[in-house]
DNA sequence: AAATATTTGTCCGTATGTATC
DNA sequence: TGATACATACGGACAAATATT
């Protein structure tokens, strides 16, 4: 029978976490399929369902499967997406103020080095799509400033971060966009502070660079605006 | 009392795992704290020891906490070796050959776009460490070379993943490093096939490259030789 | 439309293993 | 050696959601 062996002492639901991961993986279940319900999976692992369960909630909350009532136990098609999610959780647990640099580099790195691939695969209507952001970015920008306050800048930071994943969304690589998606989650957790009017401009300027490269079809300079854009004079951001 | 809310149909255990990361922000614990045992938890929040423990091991897969019999549920320091841990069981799961080359090609970007900062940081302790790695390589390679075949080749996989670790290890990122250990966990998992004598001498001369330009400190050398080993014919793995 | 079977969601009670004092 | 506090693990029961007939 499937006994789980008693390895020295690690927890059973992590056994039976591994075997559900082997039992996909080998049977070769695709998005959509069914695992065996619970009971029969309780039977055939030897363990009770509250162990299963705590298995089954373990690849649930990473999105590897999704469970329902009435319906049963669902292979989800493999996204990061809830991956960063608690990342981004564990992150905001842990009150690390050093990681925020740390994810500004490692997100300056990868846009750089994936920008050069960006600019091949952006069409006319990915650069009309642009310039639409960018004036949303101009109009939040002239709210902020006016009301020369408190205000929650979000409309102009979504707005920021739809140019950049508007930039990178026709690449080829699954990993880049996501991990794009994810620096966006993690800006919007994470970045209360409110902008001045004067970091604001800056930040406008730069993506206007940006665009004005897109718009002849540069690539040269839509490399250099790029650079520009991530050339802080001191801890500025986006 | 602290009854979750009905909104329209969060899974219980989801609103606890929600609950537990708020409590655990919102009272500033630290790694090495404890949250409050089982039972109060359970009748804080108005929910079953089933829905908690589920809630409790979600947590745990990601590493946030670690619970353990006897002593209570402690908040682990914050790290992403869990999640790539997670994310690689994922990957392994959807069996989509794509990523293969997503992250490879990431590795690629995040290696180069770090190249700089690593050098600077290296001491000439590392480098002689990184001196016996590329022996250990050499040796691996002539094993493997001379027994021509099946022989898995993990010895020398093992060593090009330490070379490359050491040479980022210093950075004062975490993300880096870990991003990097990453795709090393990655590559042991799916990486099966045997590279033949050529590929192996040719990654052999690229990590020579490198090491020569770190011994004669050449900033611009080892730039260019860390370009070359992301060079591929086509299809060159590490 | 309505009844019924299936499946997960949630709760409870009890016993066991483990660490601390 | 106990005594205590804690998580681990089991099994049963009923509720809620869904699909099927």
Redo the contacts with the bound molecule.
């Keep these: 029978m499937g006994e789980t062996q008693k390895t020295p ?1 690690k ?3 992590l056994q039976v976490y591994d075997d559900i991961c082997k039992y996909i993986a080998s049977n070769n279940l695709k998005p959509g399929d ?7 999976m ?1 039977q055939k692992l ?9 298995a ?2 373990s690849l ?1 909350i990473t999105g590897v499967i999704r ?7 669902i292979i989800q098609s493999f996204s990061t997406d809830r991956f960063f999610s608690c990342l981004i959780d564990s992150m905001y647990i842990s009150g690390d103020d050093h990681l925020e640099d740390d994810v500004e580099q490692m997100r300056k790195v990868i846009e750089l080095g994936f920008s050069a691939q960006a600019f091949d695969t952006l069409s006319q209507e990915d650069i009309s799509k642009i310039e639409s952001i960018l004036n949303d970015m101009k109009h939040a920008a002239e709210v902020q400033i006016r009301s020369k306050s408190k205000i929650f800048g979000l409309s102009f930071a979504e707005a920021d971060a739809r140019f950049h994943q508007t930039i990178f969304s026709k690449i080829p690589n699954k990993l880049v966009l996501s991990i794009i998606n994810f620096f966006w989650a993690y800006d919007r957790k994470f970045k209360i502070k409110q902008p001045s009017s004067r970091h604001l401009r800056i930040t406008l300027d730069k993506h206007e660079k940006i665009y004005n490269a897109l718009m002849e079809h540069d690539k040269k300079m839509f490399m250099e605006a790029m650079e520009y854009h991530y050339s802080y004079d001191y801890k500025e951001k986006s």
């Design positions: 002492h927890k059973l639901y069914h695992l065996p319900t619970e009971m029969e309780c030897g363990v009770s369902r509250t162990i299963l369960r705590e089954i909630k649930e469970s329902r009532p009435g319906i049963g136990i």
